[in-house]
C-alpha cells in the first residue's frame, strides 16, 4: 500500500449517498454536523447527475481523507452511486479510509442484493455489460463487510450522527502526517519493525523496541503508530509511562489503578471512567483490535498493569513497547524485539544536515565542520538533531566556538535525557558506570574483572547492559558510548569534593599532586596535562592515597609541551592496578615500586632507559605497553609473569635484545616490536604456545625466527621491511590468516605448506625466494580447500578468502590450463576426464604494473562464464569475488603471481557436468593481466601435494609405527609362547593325576 503521507487531501470527506433517500433529512443534518466540527466536506450540490461519473466528482473522491458511504433502499437504483463506490473502493487501496452508515437498510440485504435493496440493484442492472455488473456485484460485496453504523441500532439519529463525526474527528487526528517525511534511515527500521509485526498474522502480540537514551526509539514509535493506525478501530500512543508511574501519593495497586483509568479514557474516547479492579482492560478491550503504543516503560509493573497477558485485546491487537531496559522485556516475556541500532556514518551526516539546514547535505564550505560535529555526537541521533539545530543559521565561526565547547562539556538538553538511566542505577552500579566511563571504554570484560576483582562487575556489567548504558562486542569489548562518557564524567564534577572517589579535574589533579592533599577516599586518578603547563609532584604525594588504584596522565594534545617533575624518592600506592603514563620523564620507575596487584601498565613514549632492577612479583600482569619509548634499553626479567597476553614494545628502537623469561609467558597473545631497528635475533627456546599476533614490522636487522617460536593458535605474522630476514621456520598453526612478509628482500626460506584456506600470503618485493620456497608458497597452499571438493549442501565454501603473491613473470607448468593474457577457457581433457561443477580451482595470475608507480591500485576481479551441457546452449555470467588489493600492490614496479582459489557456487553444482568454462581476469587501468592459469582439483584428484608437504611427518609417522609394530609383534609372540608353556603344563599335570 502507498504510504498517504505524501498525498495532499483537499477535503476531508466525500459523501457517497442516494439523493432522494436523504438528500433533504439525514444528510443535511450529517453535513451540518461534520461543519460544526471543522470537517471539509465534498458539496455536490452543482454537479449535474448523469449516467457516468463526471471527471470533477472522480477528482474529489481521489481528492478525500476519507470517504462516508451512505447506503439506504435506492442507493443501487442509482448507476451513479454504483460507479461512485467503485471509484472510492479503488482509492482504499491507495490509503483512503472508507467509513460506511446503513440507512434504513440490512447490511446482509446489500451484501447479497437480496431485498428491496436487491431488487434495485437488478434493475439498475439491465442492459449492462457483464464487467460493469461484476464490478459492482464485488464493490456491493465488500462494502458490506465494512463494520459502520446501522441506523436501525439507534433511537435518536441526533446521536448516531454526533457518534459519526466524533469517529471521524479522531481518525482524521490519527490519520497518516507528513511529520516523519525525509527522516533519514527512518524507512529501514519501520521495514524491519513492520517484519516483526507480521501484520497478516490474526492472532494479537506484544512487540519490543529496545535501545539507549537518545538512539530514535519514541520516533520510530510514532511513525510507526502514524502509518498503522487507520487499521485499528482502537489506538493510543501512551508517550512517557516512567513519567506517569511514580511511587510518591499512592500504593502499587493504585498506581495500576490509575495507568489503567488513562489508558481507557483515551482509547474509548471516554472522559469519566473510574475503574475499582485490574481486570477491567480485558472486560473492556478483549473483543477489540487495538494499537497500543507504550513508551518509555522503565518498571515492570507498568506492564503488568497496561499489559499483563495478551489475551486481554482481541484478535489482530498489536501492543508496542519501547524501553531502554531489555531485561525488563524478557522479564515480561517478550520475545519479538528489535534493538535500534546506530546510524551509519552516511546516515548521521544526514540526520545533523537536516537538523542544521534542513536538507540531507552540508552547503559549500560546512563539510568539515559537519563532520567533525557528527563525530562529537558521535552517532546519536539525539545528538545529532539538538546540535544541529542549536547550530542552526550560524555563521562559520560561531560553528566554532560551539564545536569547541561540546569537546569538554554535554549539552544540557542531552544530559538531561541521557542521565535517566544513570540515576536509575544501584549506587554499586553507578560506581561502575563511571569507572567504565573514565578508565575502561573499550576494554575486555576479563580485563576489567581483574582490574575491579572486589566489585560485582558481572553483575553489574549485566546491568548495564541491560539498561542500553553499555554493550559488549562479540569479541568481549565493552563499549560506552562517547556522550554517556560525557554524563559520566558530568556527574563527577557535580560531586561534593571531598566524596569524589574519582579526580578528573586537571587543576584540582594538580593542586592535590604538589599539596600532598589526597585522602583515603580517592580511587582513580585521570589527569590531563594538557591544560597544565608546569606539573611538580610531592614525593608524599601518594602515601595518604592509600587506596588509589587506577592512575591514569596523558596528554590530548601531543605538540604540548608541558613540564613534569617527579622526584626519585617518590612512591606510588601498592595496591595500584592501573599505571598508565603516557610520556612519563624519569629513566626509571621509583626504586619503592611494587606490582604486585598491578594488572596494566602502559608507559608510551616515555624516556625509561629500564623499568627496575631485578625480579618482580607480576602475578596479576596482563598488559605491558611500552611502545615509543626510544631510550629503552632493556626488558625486565618476565619470569614471574604468568597472566601476561600483551606485550607491546614497538618503536623501542634503542632495544637490542628481548630477554629469554619471555619463554615464560604460555598466556602471551600479541607480541608487537615494530621498528625495534636494533633487534637481531629472537631467543632460541621460545615456548609460546598462546601466541595470536607477530608484529615484526621494520625490524630492519633481524636476521631469523625460531622455529619453537610458533604456536597452534598463530592467525597473524607482520614482517613488512624486514629486510634482512632470511628464514622462516615451519609454520604448524592451522589458524593462520596472514602472513605478510611485504619487502623482505633478503627472504629465502619459508614454510614447507601453508594447509588453511584463509591465508593471505604477501610476499611481494621477496626476490631471492629460493626454488623451494617459490614451491612452496604455488603449489602447497590452501591445501585444506581440497576437503571442500564435491561440498554440495552449503555456499558457506563458495569464497573461500586464500590468497599468495609472490615476484614472478610466468605461469608455473603445474597450471596445466594456460592462456596469455586475461581469459582462458577450460574445456574437459577427455571424456572420461569432464568438468564437474563441483570441482574446486586454483587461478595463478601474472599482474604487471603498465607504469612503474603503481599508484592507482588494482581489484583483481574474476568473472565466470559457463556453458552448460544441454541441447539449448545458455550462459549464466556473474562477478563471482573482489579482491581488494591496496597493501598489496601499493608501489609494485615489477610483474608478481597471484594466486588465489575459486569454487562454484552453490547452484551450478546442481548442473553436474559443464561443457566448458571462461574465466576471464580484470584488473584495474594501471596494470594489467598477461597471461593466466588454472588447476582444477575434483573428488579424484590425488593428493600429491599434501603427501609432499607432510613427507617429513610422514616418516616420522611411518618410523613410529614400525616401533610399534615391532613391540606389538614381541608381545604377540610372548603372549603365545605363554599361552602354549601353560597349555602343555595343564596337559602333564592331567596326564600324571590318571597315572597316579
Request: charged fraction near 25%.
Amino acid at each position: 500500500m502507498a504510504l498517504s503521507s505524501s498525498r495532499s487531501w483537499r477535503y476531508n470527506v466525500f459523501l457517497s449517498f442516494h439523493g432522494p433517500d436523504v438528500r433533504s433529512s439525514y444528510l443535511s443534518h450529517l453535513r451540518k454536523q461534520l461543519e460544526r466540527n471543522g470537517i471539509i466536506t465534498f458539496n455536490d450540490q452543482e454537479i449535474e447527475r448523469s449516467q457516468t461519473i463526471k471527471p470533477e466528482l472522480t477528482r474529489a473522491i481521489q481528492e478525500s481523507r476519507i470517504s462516508i458511504v451512505v447506503l439506504s433502499q435506492n442507493y443501487a437504483s442509482s448507476s451513479w452511486c454504483l460507479n461512485e463506490l467503485v471509484e472510492i473502493l479503488d482509492c482504499k487501496e491507495t490509503g483512503q479510509i472508507v467509513m460506511t452508515v446503513f440507512y434504513k437498510v440490512n447490511p446482509s440485504d446489500v451484501r447479497k442484493q437480496i431485498g428491496g435493496f436487491g431488487k434495485a440493484f437488478k434493475e439498475t442492472c439491465q442492459g449492462k455489460t457483464e464487467t460493469e455488473i461484476q464490478s459492482w456485484t464485488k464493490a456491493l460485496t465488500y462494502v458490506a463487510n465494512i463494520e459502520g453504523e446501522h441506523s436501525l441500532n439507534w433511537v435518536n439519529e441526533a446521536d448516531m450522527i454526533e457518534k459519526i463525526a466524533t469517529d471521524v474527528s479522531n481518525k482524521l487526528n490519527a490519520s497518516l502526517s507528513r511529520d516523519f517525511d525525509g527522516m533519514v534511515g527512518l524507512e529501514d527500521h519501520l521495514g524491519k519493525m513492520k517484519s516483526l509485526l507480521h501484520l497478516e498474522n490474526n492472532e494479537a502480540m506484544i512487540i519490543g523496541i529496545s535501545g539507549p537514551a537518545g538512539i530514535g526509539k519514541t520516533t520510530i514509535a510514532r511513525a510507526l503508530f502514524n502509518q498503522l493506525s487507520f487499521s485499528f478501530p482502537l489506538r493510543y500512543f501512551m508517550g512517557n509511562v516512567k513519567g506517569s508511574y511514580r511511587r510518591t501519593d499512592c500504593d502499587e495497586h493504585g498506581l495500576k489503578l490509575r495507568l489503567q483509568e488513562q489508558l481507557l479514557r483515551k482509547i474509548l474516547s471516554q472522559k469519566r471512567i473510574k475503574i475499582s479492579h485490574l481486570n477491567v482492560i480485558y472486560e473492556r478491550l478483549g473483543n477489540q483490535k487495538v494499537l497500543i503504543i507504550l513508551d518509555d516503560v522503565d518498571h515492570l509493573e507498568q506492564l503488568d498493569a497496561l499489559a499483563r497477558d495478551i489475551s486481554w485485546f482481541g484478535h489482530g491487537s498489536r501492543i508496542i513497547v519501547t524501553t531502554e531496559d531489555q531485561e525488563l522485556l524478557q522479564q515480561h516475556g517478550i520475545n519479538n524485539v528489535y534493538n535500534v541500532a546506530f546510524p551509519s556514518s552516511e546516515e548521521a551526516l544526514g540526520i545533523f544536515c537536516l537538523s542544521a539546514f534542513k536538507q540531507i547535505s552540508p552547503p559549500d564550505g560546512f563539510g568539515r565542520l559537519v563532520e567533525r560535529a557528527a563525530e562529537l555526537c558521535s552517532n546519536l541521533p539525539l545528538g545529532l538533531c539538538v546540535v544541529g539545530s542549536s547550530l542552526r543559521k550560524k555563521k562559520e565561526d560561531e560553528w566554532e566556538v560551539v564545536l569547541h565547547r561540546l569537546e569538554t562539556s554535554l549539552d544540557r538538553d542531552i544530559e538531561r535525557i541521557l542521565k535517566v538511566g544513570y540515576d536509575g542505577l544501584h549506587e554499586k552500579d553507578q560506581a561502575l558506570f563511571l569507572y567504565i566511563a573514565v578508565f575502561f571504554n573499550y576494554t575486555k570484560c576479563d580485563h576489567l574483572s581483574a582490574m575491579l576483582a572486589d566489585l560485582d562487575e558481572r553483575h553489574g556489567l549485566k546491568t548495564l547492559v541491560d539498561k542500553s548504558l553499555i554493550c559488549i562486542s562479540t569479541n568481549g569489548d565493552i563499549q560506552m558510548h562517547k556522550l554517556l562518557q560525557q554524563v559520566g564524567t558530568q556527574e563527577i564534577k557535580r560531586q561534593e569534593p571531598w566524596k569524589r572517589h574519582i579526580l578528573i579535574d586537571p587543576y584540582e589533579i594538580c593542586d592535590v599532586l604538589q599539596s600532598n592533599t589526597g585522602t583515603g577516599t580517592v580511587m582513580g586518578i585521570s589527569f590531563d596535562i594538557t591544560e597544565i603547563s608546569k606539573v611538580s609532584i610531592s614525593k608524599k604525594t601518594f602515601r595518604r592515597m592509600c587506596n588509589l588504584r587506577f592512575l591514569r596522565v596523558y596528554k590530548r594534545r601531543i605538540d604540548k609541551n608541558v613540564e613534569v617533575h617527579i622526584p626519585e624518592e617518590m612512591e606510588f600506592p601498592h595496591g595500584l592496578r592501573l599505571l598508565h603514563w603516557k610520556a612519563y620523564p624519569s629513566k626509571c620507575l621509583p626504586p619503592t615500586f611494587h606490582p604486585e596487584y598491578l594488572v596494566e601498565l602502559n608507559m608510551q613514549h616515555s624516556q625509561l632507559e629500564k623499568l627496575w632492577e631485578g625480579t618482580q612479583p607480576l602475578t596479576n600482569l596482563t598488559k605491558m605497553n611500552l611502545s615509543g619509548s626510544g631510550n629503552l634499553k632493556e626488558v625486565p626479567d618476565l619470569s614471574n609473569d604468568k597472566n601476561l597476553k600483551l606485550l607491546d614494545l614497538s618503536g623501542c628502537m634503542s632495544l637490542v635484545e628481548i630477554p629469554s623469561s619471555i619463554s615464560n609467558l604460555h598466556k602471551l597473545q600479541e607480541l608487537m616490536m615494530m621498528f625495534c631497528i636494533n633487534l637481531e635475533v629472537i631467543p632460541e627456546g621460545l615456548n609460546l604456545m598462546s601466541i595470536e599476533t607477530v608484529n615484526m614490522v621494520g625490524c630492519l636487522r633481524l636476521r631469523t625466527f625460531t622455529p619453537s617460536f610458533m604456536s597452534f593458535n598463530l592467525r597473524h605474522i607482520f614482517l613488512t621491511r624486514c629486510e634482512k630476514l632470511q628464514s622462516l621456520p615451519d609454520i604448524v598453526s592451522t589458524e593462520l590468516i596472514t602472513l605478510n612478509a611485504n619487502g623482505c628482500q633478503s627472504l629465502q626460506r619459508v614454510p614447507n605448506c601453508f594447509h588453511s584456506t584463509k591465508v593471505a600470503l604477501n610476499f611481494t618485493k621477496c626476490f631471492n625466494l629460493s626454488q623451494e620456497a617459490r614451491k612452496s608458497i604455488i603449489q602447497k597452499s590452501f591445501l585444506d580447500g581440497r576437503k571442500y571438493v564435491g561440498t554440495r549442501s552449503s555456499n558457506k565454501w563458495a569464497r573461500l578468502p586464500g590468497w599468495a603473491c609472490l615476484p614472478g613473470n610466468e605461469v608455473p607448468a603445474e597450471f596445466n590450463h594456460r592462456a596469455k593474457g586475461n581469459s582462458l577457457t577450460i574445456l574437459p581433457e577427455s571424456s572420461d576426464k569432464p568438468l564437474y561443477a563441483s570441482a574446486i580451482f586454483k587461478i595463478c595470475v601474472v599482474i604487471s604494473p603498465k607504469n612503474k608507480v603503481g599508484s592507482n591500485l588494482p581489484k583483481i576481479i574474476c568473472l565466470r562464464m559457463n556453458k552448460f551441457v544441454c541441447s539449448c546452449p545458455c550462459y549464466d555470467f556473474q562477478v563471482y569475488n573482489k579482491i581488494s588489493m591496496s597493501s598489496v600492490f601499493a608501489h609494485l614496479s615489477t610483474e608478481h603471481l597471484f594466486v588465489f582459489l575459486y569454487v562454484l557456487d552453490q547452484k551450478d553444482h546442481s548442473l553436474g557436468v559443464l561443457s566448458e568454462i571462461l574465466f576471464k581476469i580484470e584488473s584495474g587501468p594501471n596494470f594489467e593481466i598477461t597471461e593466466c592459469g588454472a588447476q582444477m582439483w575434483t573428488e579424484e584428484t590425488p593428493a600429491l601435494e599434501t603427501i609432499e608437504c607432510g613427507a617429513e611427518e610422514t616418516e616420522n609417522v611411518d618410523e613410529g609405527k614400525s616401533r610399534r609394530s615391532f613391540w606389538s609383534c614381541l608381545l604377540l609372540c610372548c603372549f603365545i609362547i605363554c599361552c602354549i608353556v601353560i597349555f602343555a603344563w595343564g596337559k602333564k599335570t592331567i596326564d600324571f593325576r590318571f597315572s597316579v
